[in-house]
């Protein structure tokens, strides 16, 4: 076996584990592969041992790979990288997921330009959880208005949230900013009457007990598949 065949088994063990300790089904939460940095034949080597959502954070470098692995029928792509206006067009063309939503008029040029034909757009906002000035994402306090924002576009699906905790805060800090981002989506799903809003995207290599001990659907796990990273994404 090669060494991310074996760390995707390894993930999906501690995915297990931490579903049953959490009373779930581990059926209820995906594996997303975090590929920035890393070459197509390392997507490719995942991809050949079952993997099928990659997540990147940058579209340049992401249209490579999804170019570079067009032979692969089934693979879904999710850009989870801050997204500007101008660059909307090769997102909604390209992508299926796109986690990094903090603005409506993004979402609606990404709604109208996804192709005819083409499933729509599953989108999650991202929110500040830890409130940091300098983070993206929206507000916690601003995530039901924007949710109403995109509730009825045409060429787009809102799905969910996706956070990124600060890293440095510790366990019980993290696990409790896990579980407001679930208060938050139980609070957009009591404002907008939609039931595709099923999506926790939160919980990365280090901490993905905690989030699915708070209901992540989502899991973005990179380092604990790749290896680390020679540059940082942001
Ligand atoms: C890089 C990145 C990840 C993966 O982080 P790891 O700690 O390597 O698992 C997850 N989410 C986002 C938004 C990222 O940029």
Not at 110 to 124: D, K, V
């Amino acid at each position: 076996m090669t060494s991310i065949a074996e760390n995707l088994e390894k993930a999906a063990t501690r995915i297990r584990s931490a579903a049953e300790e959490a009373g779930r089904d581990a059926q209820g939460v995906r594996l997303l592969a975090v590929s920035k940095t890393k070459p197509a034949s390392m997507l490719r080597e995942a991809a050949g041992a079952g993997q099928t959502a990659f997540g990147e954070n940058y579209i340049q470098e992401a249209l490579e790979k999804i170019e570079a692995l067009s032979d692969l029928p089934d693979l879904e792509w999710h850009l989870i990288g801050p997204l500007q206006s101008n660059k909307t067009r090769l997102v909604a063309e390209h992508f299926h997921w796109v986690h990094s939503i903090d603005r409506a008029k993004v979402a609606r040029r990404l709604s109208e330009q996804r192709p005819e034909g083409m499933t729509p757009l599953n989108l999650c906002i991202q929110v500040n959880i830890d409130d940091e000035p300098s983070k993206s994402g929206v507000r916690p306090e601003e995530v039901p208005g924007l949710a109403q924002a995109l509730s009825g576009l045409e060429g787009c699906r809102l799905r969910g949230l996706m956070a990124i905790p600060d890293p440095a805060n510790p366990p019980p800090v993290q696990r409790e900013r896990f579980r407001e981002l679930a208060g938050l989506l139980a609070e957009v799903r009591r404002g907008v009457d939609n039931e595709d809003l099923d999506t926790l995207s939160m919980g990365m290599s280090d901490d993905l007990e905690a989030a699915i001990a708070e209901g992540a659907t989502i899991l973005r796990l990179g380092t604990a598949l790749f290896g680390p990273r020679d540059y940082e994404a942001q």
